[in-house]
């Protein structure tokens, strides 16, 4: 989760979860890195509209190569 560090990585699983349509004009996602290991790394992505109504949320486990 360090920036600093850029490492590849490949995506092994992934999650999402659609709350509601959005009635907004944009989308907003907001990265989150939930812990990074030696091997594997966990992400939260939470989508949002432009009138604050939470949309989606995606879960990602990614694996360093």
Do not use: N, P, W
Not at 26 to 53: Q, Y
């Amino acid at each position: 989760c360090d920036r600093r560090q850029r490492q590849m990585c490949k995506e092994t699983a992934h999650s999402i979860d659609f709350f509601r349509s959005s009635k907004g004009t944009k989308l907003i996602a907001t990265a989150h890195c939930d812990k990074a290991g030696s091997r594997l790394a966990f992400f939260t992505v939470d989508i949002t509209d432009d009138l604050g109504k939470d949309i989606a949320r995606m879960t990602a486990t990614c694996a360093r190569v």
